[in-house]
DNA sequence: CATATGATTATG
DNA sequence: ATAATCATATGT
C-alpha cells in the first residue's frame, strides 16, 4: 500500500487553520534503521511576525529560523536547551514565516526502534505508550529527528505527513500555548490543539 | 569575542 | 522543585 502525501496546498495556509487540520495526520520518517510512525495529537501554532510567541516575531530572519520563511510543506527543526529538537511544519506562503508546532503523537509503527532510540526504562504496557511521543523533544528523539533533517520537504520520501485518520471536530481542544509566558497577551491565546479520542 | 537563555525533559 | 547542557542570538 503507498502511503499518500497531503499535498502542498494543505500547507499554503495559515497556521490557525492547519494546527488543528494536523491532528490525526500521520507522521512517518523513514531511516536506515526502520520506519518509524505516528498520528499527531498535538499541535501548536505560531504566526509569526506579530506573534509575540513566535522566533519570526517582528519578522526577525536569522540561520536559525530561514526555513520558516521559505516554501509551505516544509520542515523547521530547532535544538532547545541544548539538548532537545522540536519538529515544526512550516506553513502559509513564501515570505510569510508561520509554523506549527508537533508537539505529540501517537505512536504506531516502529515502536521497538523508538524504544531504543528513547532508551525507555518502563515496562511497555499500553497505557504508557503514549508516553514515548508525548512532548516535542519525546517525540523527536523517538522519531530520529535531528539538524539533518532541517528544510526537508514533508511531500519528499524521507520525512512525509500522510492523511492519516479523520478526527471529529468535537474531539478537538484547545488551549493556552506551552511555555511561552514571556510572550504577554499573546501567550494566553489558545493556539494549541490536543486530540482527545 | 563574551554572555545569557530557551516553543524541554527526567528525576527527586 | 531543579539540574542538565549547548546552539543561537545578541551585545560589546
Redo the contacts with the bound molecule.
Keep these: 500500500m503507498l502511503s499518500q502525501r497531503l499535498p502542498p496546498d494543505f500547507y499554503a495556509r495559515s497556521a490557525l487553520e492547519v494546527a488543528p487540520d494536523l491532528l490525526g495526520k500521520l507522521l512517518v520518517h523513514v531511516t536506515v534503521e526502520g520506519i518509524v510512525s505516528g498520528y499527531i495529537t498535538e499541535a501548536?501554532a505560531?504566526m509569526g511576525p506579530e506573534d509575540k510567541?513566535?522566533?519570526?516575531y517582528g519578522g526577525?530572519k536569522?540561520?536559525?529560523?530561514q526555513a520558516?520563511f521559505g516554501p509551505p510543506g516544509h520542515a523547521?527543526i530547532?535544538?532547545?536547551?541544548?539538548?532537545?529538537y522540536?519538529f515544526?511544519v512550516v506553513v502559509a506562503t513564501e515570505g510569510q514565516p508561520q509554523?506549527v508546532?508537533v508537539?505529540a503523537l501517537e505512536p504506531k509503527d516502529g515502536i521497538n526502534l523508538m524504544l531504543t532510540r528513547?532508551r525507555f526504562?518502563q515496562d511497555l504496557t499500553p497505557k504508557k505508550l503514549y508516553?514515548l511521543t508525548n512532548?516535542?523533544?519525546?517525540?523527536c528523539q523517538a522519531l530520529g529527528i535531528s539538524?539533518e533533517q532541517y528544510g526537508y520537504d514533508l511531500t519528499g520520501n524521507k520525512l512525509f505527513i500522510t492523511p492519516g485518520i479523520p478526527v471529529a471536530p468535537e474531539n478537538i481542544c484547545t488551549k493556552p500555548?506551552?511555555?511561552?509566558d514571556?510572550a504577554g497577551e499573546w501567550a494566553q491565546l489558545p493556539w494549541r490543539f490536543v486530540w482527545k479520542p
Design positions: 501548536e505560531y510567541a513566535a522566533h519570526t526577525k536569522t540561520k536559525r529560523t520558516m523547521y530547532y535544538l532547545i536547551y541544548g539538548m532537545y522540536c515544526n509554523a508546532l508537539r528513547r526504562k508516553q512532548g516535542p523533544g519525546k517525540l539538524k500555548r506551552v511555555n511561552v514571556y
